[in-house]
């Protein structure tokens, strides 16, 4: 497609005029429709997203992308997304639902296709067109994501330019359509690079923060059953899902069963002299900054690049450390199979650590515990700073929802304003609606004709004004 910031927003806003018209039935359709097609691409899409960026494991893309179209599709479709959506005459309250306009879907390289495919059905689903804008590394399997879902839209009698995308990215042309005046929305999900540019760019944006998902194993955890979640989670498509976890924190008094454990799970425990090779390959010096190298990579591949011999079949590099921080790279966020590891001596100690984590790269984002205290899960919730506090499930399919939580089908996680985010929720369909209010006028209604001597009498107290207001006009 075109890659003029002016013809794209201009084709998005013709788009959006006649989308507008549409009522819920026939949006719906569009919705099922664009679903079905995505859905029944899932292994086609999976593999080309593997082929094109050497990322992850083709057969866990199809799982996400089975997540992206039909865990998604049954969250949204229900949900009232045209029109007057709820009515209270109690109140004298009317709310309506009313398209953005154009967004514009920034897409990340680690979940291609079925990020694209989440994003245009709840945009879809919401009358607003998009854009998709790919990463570089994958672009063509973003692009033939968008084509299929265009194709099935359009023959479902949605409005032609709903759904654009652009197939020769650049930063200029990025940067133009992201500060251009007839954007509505910007969905960043990426890297931190793109995610400030959205934010910095004057247009109203929603974006997601980094991950840095500490796991503490308490003492009266179910360590098998634990052990067994976090290798779903972590070793998931090579670890490139953000709620991945990143350090598992274990207190004395069990790490030699949870060790014991992890080993019988075919992962594999770093020695003290093999962790500054393993570090140096993982995470860049300068920057702190994870490399490309081992994103989404096995474990085997990885240990090869930093010269450590390990058993092919190698599912998890378990790195011990000792600190957080800088000066202990591998205890970052690493979207690979590589999990750091915190012997601790007590809960509290347990407690401090995860705290530490959190606020290391991953603020506002995902933790998670295995235990069965309540006591103590409830206080390890009051302590993190995280949209999500996940317990006793796997981190990285808890959090997008759908399958192990009741929290809604996304992609894009927000992390709050400690992650530099609008807000903590799994991003779906209510969060691209305008939402107007019909206010219609409440009984006893006159509370500033009250007697307006009374007010400016400043010896009238709130505790003289409240029994007033209430015998009055409660």
Aim: net charge negative; aromatic share 8%.
């Amino acid at each position: 497609m075109g890659v003029l910031a002016d013809d794209i927003i201009q084709q998005a806003i013709l788009a959006a005029a006649e989308f507008h018209q549409f009522g819920q039935e026939a949006t719906d359709k569009i919705v099922k429709a664009v679903y079905e097609a995505a859905f029944n691409n899932r292994v086609h899409l999976a593999r080309m997203a593997w082929e094109e960026t050497g990322i992850g494991r083709w057969e866990d893309k199809v799982i996400k992308n089975v997540v992206g179209t039909h865990l998604v599709y049954e969250d949204i479709r229900n949900e009232k997304t045209v029109g007057i959506i709820s009515d209270d005459p109690d109140n004298g309250l009317i709310e309506i639902a009313q398209p953005m306009g154009p967004v514009l879907a920034v897409i990340p390289v680690t979940n291609p296709t079925s990020t694209t495919i989440f994003k245009i059905l709840i945009c879809l689903k919401t009358r607003n067109p998009i854009i998709v804008c790919p990463s570089k590394k994958a672009a063509k399997c973003s692009g033939e994501a968008a084509r299929i879902c265009y194709k099935a839209a359009l023959k479902a009698g949605a409005p032609e330019g709903c759904i654009q995308w652009i197939g020769s990215i650049n930063r200029e042309t990025t940067h133009q359509l992201m500060s251009h005046k007839g954007l509505a929305l910007i969905l960043a999900t990426g890297g931190g690079s793109l995610v400030n540019a959205a934010y910095c760019s004057g247009t109203p944006s929603i974006g997601v923060g980094a991950g840095n998902v500490p796991v503490f194993i308490e003492k009266s955890a179910d360590v098998p059953f634990a052990v067994d979640q976090i290798l779903i989670s972590k070793t998931f498509d090579n670890g490139t899902i953000c709620a991945s976890e990143q350090a598992v924190v274990v207190e004395q008094s069990i790490a030699e069963s949870v060790k014991e454990e992890f080993l019988s799970k075919k992962a594999f425990f770093v020695s003290n002299e093999d962790l500054p090779g393993l570090a140096k390959t993982a995470v860049f010096a300068g920057t702190g900054l994870m490399s490309p190298e081992v994103v989404g990579k096995s474990a085997a591949f990885i240990a090869g690049l930093a010269g450590i011999e390990v058993p092919e079949d190698t599912a998890l590099l378990i790195a011990p450390q000792t600190a957080v921080g800088s000066a202990h790279p591998l205890s970052s966020e690493i979207l690979a199979p590589i999990l750091a590891w915190y012997e601790v001596p007590d809960f509290e100690s347990a407690i401090k650590t995860c705290i530490q984590l959190n606020f290391h790269g991953g603020i506002g984002h995902t933790v998670s515990i295995f235990s069965n205290d309540e006591d103590r899960i409830r206080y390890f919730a009051l302590q993190m700073n995280a949209g999500r506090i996940l317990v006793n499930v796997p981190s990285s399919q808890g959090a997008v929802g759908g399958m192990f939580t009741k929290l809604n089908t996304s992609f894009t996680l927000g992390c709050g304003t400690g992650g530099k985010n609008i807000t903590t929720d799994n991003v779906t369909v209510r969060h691209l609606l305008n939402i107007q209010r019909v206010l219609k006028r409440r009984e006893n209604s006159q509370f500033l004709g009250f007697d307006k001597a009374k007010f400016l009498d400043e010896s009238l107290t709130a505790e003289d004004i409240w029994p007033m207001y209430h015998k009055n006009y409660l």
